[in-house]
């Protein structure tokens, strides 16, 4: 079995670093690269990709909501329109600086709440992913499976790369618990990694409720600001491996990187 393991990245502001980006990179596949207005800043980004490269890593827009404060995680009042836009250029900046070192973006993440706008509205998630479309055909677009984003990605002709998030806690419906709520958020490495077991197994997560839920996915999500995300990345990299699967960059790269694993 060959899988993508993934992460965000690139999650700090100025001085302040929120991971250990370092260590991530020698371990995920691909990354998702923050843009600058959820997290992140221009020397972060150009750092990143250029690490990313030197690893073989392949790397993805993570656009989000201009909230610095709220980590991206808070709704904002915003039009259909300005959702576009903010989109269109927080991919381009990374396309500049990823073309700069040389490495080529070839994914899109949403990030917390932008996701969550997207999937939430058939119309908004389809007109996303039509202007991912006009950027460069060939990104594919991270998602869960079965929400609107998947559907909208697969509309506008596009790739749609599903996830399968190792860290959170999934309700019966399909979708995530909401932060904040008791057990949303799992950093136990021993719960993390049986969980990643019986999706390799068998497709599927016990959902929050104790019911067993099959999950459609390519890639294994981790995220950084989650506590112990290395710890965790790499029970999950070692799960894998366990298994007698390997990591492999995501469909749409076609460039020259690391051998998994």
């Known amino acids: 079995m060959k899988i993508d393991l ?24 691909s990354a998702n690269i923050a843009c600058g207005f959820h997290a992140g800043d221009y020397a ?11 690893k073989g890593v392949g790397i993805g827009a993570h656009p989000g909501l201009p909230d610095l404060m709220g980590f991206g995680r ?8 300005d959702m576009e836009s903010m989109m269109c250029y927080q991919i381009g900046a990374l396309q500049g600086i990823a073309a700069r070192h040389g490495h080529r973006v070839t994914h899109v993440s949403y990030h917390a709440a932008f996701g969550n706008m997207a999937n939430a509205d058939e119309a908004l998630a389809l007109r996303l992913t039509r202007a991912i479309a006009t950027l460069d055909r060939n990104l594919s677009v991270f998602c869960m499976p079965g929400q609107a984003t998947e559907r909208a990605a697969e509309k506008a ?7 399968f998030l190792a860290d959170r806690a999934y309700t019966t419906a399909g979708t995530l618990v909401p932060r ?3 057990g949303a958020v799992i950093h136990d490495l021993a719960g993390v990694r049986a969980r990643v ?25 981790v995220h950084s ?15 894998i ?14 460039g020259r990187g690391r051998r998994y694993p």
């Open 6 to 29: 993934n992460s965000d990245m690139g999650e700090g502001f100025g001085r302040w670093r929120i991971a250990d980006d370092d260590g991530l990179m020698d371990t995920v596949s």
């Open 44 to 54: 972060i980004m150009d750092r990143t990709v250029q690490l990313a490269k030197e």
């Open 225 to 239: 600001d989650t506590p112990g995300s290395l710890e965790l990345a790499r029970a999950i990299r070692a799960e």
């Open 180 to 182: 904040g709520q008791p």
């Open 241 to 254: 491996e366990a298994s007698g699967g390997m990591l492999t960059l995501p469909a749409s790269f076609k």
């Open 197 to 221: 077991k019986q999706f390799l197994q068998d497709g599927s997560v016990t959902t929050i409720d104790g019911a067993r839920l099959p999950v459609r996915a390519q890639s294994i999500l």
């Open 74 to 81: 808070r709704n904002m009042a915003v039009s259909d329109a």
């Open 157 to 163: 002709g596009l790739r749609a790369q599903t996830l």
